[in-house]
């Protein structure tokens, strides 16, 4: 993996950190769930896309 596909990996990982972070003081039990579960295919878009 090169730099830039792991940077990109990193920048994902805040955005979705905070998102959850967010949802977890708003009590959106439903929101954090969805983004979790997003979570890996979002990643996995990064790393397909960074490969092509």
Do not use: F, H, S
Not at 13 to 31: K, M, P, S
Not at 33 to 51: G, H, T, W
């Amino acid at each position: 993996m090169n730099d830039r596909t792991v940077a990109l990996l990193q920048e994902l990982e805040a955005t979705y950190t905070v998102a959850v972070n967010e949802a977890v003081a708003e009590g959106r039990d439903d929101l954090i769930r969805e983004l979790v579960a997003e979570y890996p295919d979002a990643a996995a878009k990064v790393i397909a896309a960074e490969a092509a």
